[in-house]
């Protein structure tokens, strides 16, 4: 039972493109989104977040968006730079301040 | 300031035998939780300790499987009689006790591989 979903494995993207990620989300009673990026041999690192209250949010390069009637989000980044290159999980908050994350999406930003 | 530390950041084990895995999140935060990360798939959350409330162990995949905090800060894992499926990156974080924002700080992993 896969609360928090992230239906594409990968994604390359042209540097100076934007790169759009995606996660779907079952339950209603989340109330906070957020994106991690992991880097291989590090633990992953917090990116931006949403409040459940609020449909998008910016920071520099990174905007996340929030469609609560469709449980959807999306992660832009725009423009892509190489260094973007990682693994993004999408996690969200539940009842107690549990945490659910999907299994995310493998970025390739292509000089 | 020092980040969630984790050790060892690598263990080979035999199957059958315990293991211990330690984390030191960062000052002053009263929440950790330890997930798992098996080969190609997301985070699997497994325990969560918040201050001194009983922790919640809902995500325990057996038995086999325990944990304690001690004084608030440094937490053990401790898996017994280890198993082949057992192998994969165990990573803890910890999130401080203000701020808006849940960011969950998270230590470098450690990598258990079980022959």
């Known amino acids: 039972d896969q609360q928090v979903k992230q239906n594409s494995p990968s994604l390359s993207v042209q540097e100076g493109r934007i790169s759009i990620l995606n996660c779907d989300y079952t339950n209603s009673m989340f109330d906070y989104f957020l994106w991690y990026k992991k880097y291989p041999a590090e633990g992953p690192t917090f990116l931006i977040s949403i409040s459940s209250i609020k449909d998008k949010n910016e920071d520099g390069r990174f905007t996340v968006f929030l469609n609560k009637s469709a449980k959807h989000l999306s992660l832009h980044i725009v423009p892509s730079q190489p260094g973007d290159s990682a693994v993004y999980f999408c996690a969200a908050r539940g009842y107690g301040q549990n945490f659910v994350f999907g299994p995310g999406t493998r970025l390739s930003v292509l000089p | 300031g020092a980040g969630v530390s984790q050790s060892p950041s690598n263990k080979v084990t035999e199957k059958g035998k315990d293991v211990e895995l330690r984390c030191d999140p960062i000052?002053?935060?009263?929440?950790l939780y330890w997930y798992r990360q098996s080969l190609g798939q997301g985070l699997e959350f497994l325990i969560y300790?918040?201050?001194?409330?009983?922790?919640?162990k809902s995500g325990l995949p057996s038995d086999r499987f325990s944990a304690e905090r001690t004084g608030g800060s440094v937490s053990t894992l401790t898996i017994q009689r280890t198993q082949q499926e057992d192998s994969a990156v165990y990573l803890c974080a910890s999130i401080p006790t203000s701020g808006e924002v849940p960011e969950q700080y998270f230590g470098p992993g450690t990598r258990l591989t079980v022959t």
């Open positions: 300790f918040q201050g001194n409330s009983a922790p919640d």
């Open positions: 000052s002053g935060h009263t929440a």
